[in-house]
């Protein structure tokens, strides 16, 4: 089985894609290191998707600290604004990651149903 993510920078539209699948505390460290490596391929204002439409909640408390921990940085990386893509199922999550993306980050994120009506909001706000 190949990295429970996947990370990706497109440099074109300045947007930096990650992908979240069911993962272990032990995978968000290399998780970390990619995306910072990819963040600074990308000009200042880059808008975040973050998928977590295949993680299965509840996550774990500990998970989520080292997943807001990592997302703290965007801001500093020149992150313009995060889109979250949220199931219906999510919508506790959505809650929790808002809340921490204020208290640890200093951003809010906002909530998309599919990958496409994330780019469609990022289109919106940051072209």
Known sequence: MGDPYSVIADKEKNRLYIDLYPTEIEHVEKIEDEIFAKAKQLASGWGCIVNYTAVDVPLTIDLLDKAETVMSFLKQLGMGQLVRVLTEE?????????????????????????????DTILDRILD
């Open 90 to 118: 999510q919508s506790s999550l959505k809650d929790e990651l808002k809340n921490r993306s204020m208290e640890i980050g200093g951003y809010e994120g906002i909530v998309a149903r599919t990958q496409q009506d994330a």
